[in-house]
């Protein structure tokens, strides 16, 4: 059971790892959403209809939301921090502390941006009960993704190495290749979660829009709501998900992490 003091605290904790030098998480989270912005801007017409399902400027900072998340970050969760792990795998009753800490650090890093950008392209093209849904679905989302998206670091964790050590072990070649899909993964795997939980929203919207018109301020909070709703049970799943993966691979986690030879 999560206690709020406890869970102050974890977040506090999880905010002065995460913000402290060398900065890695939000290096990253920045470089992804700088990506994200010069593609949706600069690339040519027919690359950003492929490279972007979704178009709009409401649906600008929903993507850009799933770009931050779609990185190491968010799915190598056990491998990050070896330390917090270790003392996760062992001490049940921390997980959930550990894991909806971690949920609310990252999603505030993500989420927040996302809802200001939102905010910002939709002001003067969209009512403002629609900006609001819309700020809420950004902000909400990665508290869906986030718990599933953890699984595949419970999984298949790995320990970050900088590229010297990957060079100086560059005869492990099946030790780097597990490395190099693991990096690559989420950018597959994070978007695909996302997708899935709009998925409810948007067949709602659709089956309430009239052919040819707009969504209706009811008919958007309708699919707002439903969209919240999902993405709720989706955190709950995840985080229900992920505890039994903890149990189920207990032994092989703790072996894994308390090994300074793997990679």
């Known amino acids: 059971m999560v206690t709020l003091a406890e869970l102050r605290r974890c977040v506090a904790r999880e905010y002065g790892r995460i913000l402290a030098p060398p900065w890695e998480t939000p290096a990253i989270l920045l470089t992804n959403a700088t990506v994200m912005v010069l593609a949706w801007f600069l690339l040519p017409a027919r690359a950003h209809a492929f490279l972007f399902s979704l178009n709009g400027p409401l649906a600008f900072p929903i993507i850009l939301a799933s770009w931050m998340l779609?990185?190491?970050?968010?799915?190598?969760?056990?491998?990050?921090?070896?330390?917090?792990?270790?003392?996760?795998?062992?001490?049940?009753?921390?997980?959930?502390?550990?894991?909806?800490a971690r949920c609310v650090v990252l999603g505030s890093l993500v989420g927040v941006p996302s809802a200001?950008?939102?905010?910002?392209?939709?002001?003067?093209?969209?009512?403002?009960?629609?900006?609001s849904w819309a700020a809420v679905i950004?902000?909400?989302?990665?508290?869906?993704?986030l718990p599933i998206a953890a699984w595949l670091g419970i999984l298949f964790p790995y320990h970050p190495r900088s590229l010297r050590w990957r060079w100086q072990h560059r005869r492990a070649w099946r030790m780097n290749l597990r490395w190099a899909a693991l990096?690559?993964?989420?950018?597959?795997?994070?978007?695909?979660?996302?997708?899935?939980?709009?998925?409810?929203?948007?067949?709602?919207?659709?089956?309430?829009?009239?052919?040819?018109?707009?969504?209706?301020?009811?008919?958007?909070?309708?699919?707002?709501?439903?969209?919240?709703?999902?993405?709720?049970?989706?955190?709950?799943?995840?985080?229900?998900?992920?505890?039994?993966?903890?149990?189920?691979?207990?032994?092989?986690?703790?072996?894994?992490?308390?090994?300074?030879?793997?990679?």
């Open 138 to 145: 950004v902000l909400v989302l990665p508290v869906g993704i």
């Open 183 to 263: 990096v690559l993964a989420p950018f597959a795997y994070v978007p695909v979660i996302g997708g899935l939980i709009l998925f409810p929203a948007v067949v709602v919207a659709k089956t309430l829009q009239v052919s040819g018109q707009w969504l209706t301020d009811v008919q958007f909070a309708v699919a707002a709501t439903v969209a919240c709703a999902t993405m709720g049970i989706a955190a709950a799943l995840g985080i229900a998900g992920a505890r039994v993966l903890l149990r189920v691979r207990h032994d092989r986690l703790a072996a894994y992490l308390s090994s300074s030879a793997f990679g």
């Open 116 to 131: 200001v950008a939102l905010i910002i392209v939709g002001a003067g093209g969209y009512t403002w009960l629609e900006i």
């Open 70 to 100: 779609a990185d190491t970050p968010a799915t190598n969760v056990m491998g990050a921090n070896t330390s917090t792990a270790l003392s996760v795998v062992e001490d049940r009753s921390a997980y959930w502390h550990w894991l909806v």
